[in-house]
């Protein structure tokens, strides 16, 4: 339905010979589509399903964004990173979120739950492995909750350069398709999220100028990736 479904959905690694063997596939599913985490309360907690008929394993592992490659951000640990979950059966994951001083801007991550099946000796069926990769937000202790934080952002113009910058301290999700108005120019956004304080510069379709575009239509995203109705934020020539 929507662009960031594709940034949810299942990654398949797989090791399997190309011949008559059967395939097979376990996976865990998530029950939302992204792990929201407190630091007022120390963490936070989501389920995962076995689909699969069979018992796996449920490999839990976390990584930063490249965004905060010089950066310090809160230290996210699952408390059991490795689990067995029998068939049809849910297993409650909880996270402890830590930072060595208080945090005043959302900050996101990344989280992977890994599906390991165990293999039956003797059977001719190639397991797959499924990895769902979800984003982490996590909240600073006392930030209000704004549900359009996509309307803090700016927009300028500067000759053929459209940027953004995000002075709030949300993380914005959004489309990365962009189209400058009235003009009706197409621009393109390397990602599908701004985080608190970052500016990122939209390649834009025509080679003109952008002056005289007072506008800039987006289509933004709730926190959990789902598409809201069309925002147009005003444009600055610079």
Request: aromatic share 8%.
């Amino acid at each position: 339905m929507f662009y960031l479904r594709a940034l949810f959905s299942a990654g398949m690694v797989a090791a399997a010979l190309f011949s008559a063997t059967a395939l097979y596939a376990a996976g865990m599913e998530p029950e939302t589509s992204l792990l929201l985490l407190n630091m007022a309360e120390g963490g936070g907690s989501i389920n995962v399903k076995n689909s699969d008929h069979q018992a796996s394993l449920l490999h839990v592992t976390l990584y930063d964004l490249p965004d905060y490659k010089d950066k310090t951000v809160p230290q996210v640990i699952a408390t059991q990173p490795i689990s067995r979950v029998e068939g049809g059966e849910i297993q409650r994951v909880r996270f402890v979120v830590s930072s060595a001083e208080p945090i005043k801007v959302e900050h996101f991550k990344r989280v992977i739950f890994e599906g390991i099946q165990q293999r039956t000796p003797g059977s001719q069926k190639v397991a797959f492995t499924v990895r769902q990769d979800l984003p982490v937000l996590i909240r600073p202790k006392g930030l209000p909750e704004v549900k359009d934080p996509w309307t803090r952002l700016t927009w300028s113009v500067k000759g053929k350069e459209l940027t953004v910058t995000n002075p709030s301290p949300y993380v914005v999700r959004l489309s990365p398709q962009l189209q400058l108005l009235p003009s009706k120019t197409a621009a393109t956004l390397a990602k599908t999220y701004i985080l608190p304080g970052q500016t990122l510069t939209a390649k834009v379709a025509s080679t003109a100028s952008l002056a005289g575009n007072t506008q800039i239509k987006l289509m933004p995203a709730s926190r959990y990736g789902f598409q809201v109705d069309d925002y147009f934020a005003p444009l600055v020539s610079l």
